[in-house]
């Protein structure tokens, strides 16, 4: 796995070993970041199940301002920090081990791009998604990542699907908010 574009190109990252982390496959990480590449420079990210950091580090690599990081497993946050470290993004970077639906509960910040790619078949996409909307900023978007099985709302607080890209079983969704 490594990073496609940008200012860390080609920095190869660490993953989790096992089963425990599913990594973004790299033909649906290029569809994704070619579909959102004009909405990421200067932009606040937030990487919910961050996993090894790829999404959120792929974002900074190609000019977002800044990106917290968020996974619940300190194995996982070790392997961000340490991605992070390698491709020299870790000034622009917060790296945070919690629970994804507690954090949004409890944190107000709004974020511009909001990664959600929770464990397949757990339960936690749409709870995370109806949060995430909450802490949507205006002009933003929730990219999230399936598999075919998941139907998704085509509404979620004020946001309305926006477009979905197939990558096999690998379903990219986007949402933007309503216009206005």
């Known amino acids: 796995m490594r990073v496609i574009t ?12 096992g089963e425990a982390t599913r990594p973004t496959a ?4 290029e569809g994704l970041f070619s579909a959102i590449q004009f909405d990421l ?6 990487d919910l199940f961050a996993g090894s950091g790829q999404l959120g ?3 900074l690599s190609r000019g977002a301002e800044c990106c917290v990081f968020l996974d619940r497993s ?18 622009q970077a917060q790296v945070l081990t919690a629970d994804a639906t507690d954090f949004l509960r409890r944190n107000r ?3 511009d791009v909001i990664f959600l790619d929770p464990p397949y078949d757990s339960g936690l996409l749409l709870p995370c998604l109806q949060e995430a909307a909450e802490h949507l900023a205006p002009g933003g978007l929730i990219v999230c ?16 699907l926006h477009r979905t890209h197939r990558y096999g079983r690998v379903h990219i969704t986007i949402y933007r908010p309503e216009a206005e």
Request: net charge positive.
């Open 74 to 91: 300190q194995q996982a946050t070790e392997i961000i920090r340490r991605n992070l470290q390698k491709c020299k993004l870790f000034p």
């Open 41 to 46: 420079p200067g932009r606040r990210v937030l």
């Open 26 to 29: 790299e033909r649906v990480k």
């Open 145 to 160: 990542e399936t598999d075919q099985v998941e139907n998704l709302p085509e509404t979620v607080g004020r946001c309305r």
């Open 6 to 17: 940008g200012s860390a190109r080609g920095c190869r990252l660490e993953t989790l070993s």
């Open 57 to 59: 580090i792929e974002a």
């Open 109 to 111: 910040e709004e974020f």
